[in-house]
């Protein structure tokens, strides 16, 4: 059986959570079948991985055109595939168009939807009614659809109630507890100056309104002085978000010190051990699919703090492994009120930070937790038990 796996994002060009995903997921299924990766961006060495680039005539167009014209590539490219496996809309009409020329069936893997990230007009101006046009077509054309949780599920069948319930499969995600495991080492910190012996908070993701890097800004003006605050921050969608946290980032450190913001791109050890050290991990997504970044956290012994969206409750087992913060969301996405949803974040953070044996049996827990209920080949087996039930 050769699986074609259709992405935007595959290392060493990934910036989120799907990219993630495919990382792992064609290393396990490449155990059981013939993988080919197709993403974009620059060429890899990697045997078996195609990238393409936004195709000549379309680099000034708008960003949802560019992702267009890629896919046309990708589809063309898919011919002798006996399934094809997309992720995110920027691969997801690719995975239709391929399905359509070749007669095969087409598996997508939802890691966030459209409909419920209404701030990427922020980004992708007119682009994103495309994107959306793009997600809908693919997900209602699909033969399975993927849900990373289930909440991820009860998302998918509200926005999209044309696609049988019966087509939705759940399939969570994983996390190599080989790879992220507590690193006792400092070397990390100290390069980035923080201080070690000094309890700290670690935020580690993208500058996007879905990550919620705003609402933690404001909750770290009332966060515990003693502690320091370290943001592995950078991507920012645009340059509005960029300047708005840029200017947070700097009020704050007026008022408090310790405040160390990292925005490269770090390697993978160097997150390891930030998280490791950290006396706290907070999440404070304002939707979140799953959020693989939780599953990282909870594997390095640290203790989490995330907010009650999506499938994060399906990972972070509240009182156990983390602590969860709740949220009443608009129709934008956004918690009706930010003050309130601050302040709760705030006191979340601070119980755990000013109880360190609390710290340490969450991120014991935390660690048992993903190792006993999430790994990359349970989920590789059940994708690829999906594949044979689709291909008869």
Request: net charge negative.
């Amino acid at each position: 059986m050769r699986v074609d796996l259709l992405s935007r994002e595959y290392p060493p060009e990934v910036y989120g959570g799907a990219g993630v995903h495919l990382e792992y997921l064609s290393r396990e299924l490449r155990r059981l079948a013939d993988v080919r990766v197709r993403c974009f961006g620059a060429r890899r060495e990697e045997p078996g991985v195609s990238a393409y680039r936004v195709p000549g005539g379309l680099e000034g167009a708008n960003a949802a055109l560019q992702v267009l014209g890629v896919d046309l590539e990708m589809a063309a490219a898919c011919d002798g595939a006996s399934v094809v496996h997309s992720h995110t809309w920027y691969a997801n009409l690719a995975g239709h168009l391929a399905k359509l020329l070749y007669g095969v069936p087409h598996v997508v893997t939802t890691h966030s939807l459209e409909p419920l990230r209404p701030w990427k007009a922020e980004q992708l101006g007119g682009g994103y009614a495309v994107s959306s046009w793009a997600e809908r077509t693919a997900l209602a054309g699909a033969d399975a659809v993927v849900a990373v949780s289930e909440g991820m599920r009860r998302d998918v069948l509200t926005a999209y109630p044309e696609i049988p319930a019966e087509r939705v499969r759940v399939v969570h995600n994983g996390i190599d507890t080989a790879e992220y495991r507590p690193d006792p080492g400092v070397d990390v910190l100290l390069k980035h100056g923080v201080d070690p012996d000094r309890p700290y908070v670690v935020f580690v993701g993208r500058i996007t309104r879905q990550k919620g890097l705003v609402h933690l800004l404001h909750a770290a003006r009332d966060l515990d002085p003693a502690a320091q605050l370290v943001l592995c921050a950078g991507a920012p969608d645009t340059p509005e978000i960029a300047a708005e946290v840029r200017g947070l980032v700097e009020e704050l450190a007026r008022s408090r010190d310790g405040v160390v913001w990292i925005s490269e791109m770090l390697p993978k050890p160097e997150v390891v051990q930030l998280l490791t050290h950290a006396r706290v991990f907070v999440c404070p997504s304002v939707y979140e699919p799953m959020g693989i970044v939780n599953l990282e956290a909870m594997a390095c012994e640290s203790a989490v703090v995330a907010t009650a969206t999506g499938g994060i409750p399906e990972v972070v087992a509240d009182g156990e492994s983390g602590l969860l913060v709740p949220i009443d969301a608009g129709p934008d996405g956004e918690p009706r009120d930010p003050a309130r949803f601050a302040a709760d974040l705030a006191a979340r953070v601070n119980a755990v930070l000013g109880d360190p044996a609390l710290a340490r049996d969450l991120g014991v827990a935390g660690r048992v937790r993903a190792v006993e209920h999430f790994s990359w080949e349970h989920v590789a087996r059940r994708t690829h038990e999906l594949y044979l039930e689709l291909t008869g």
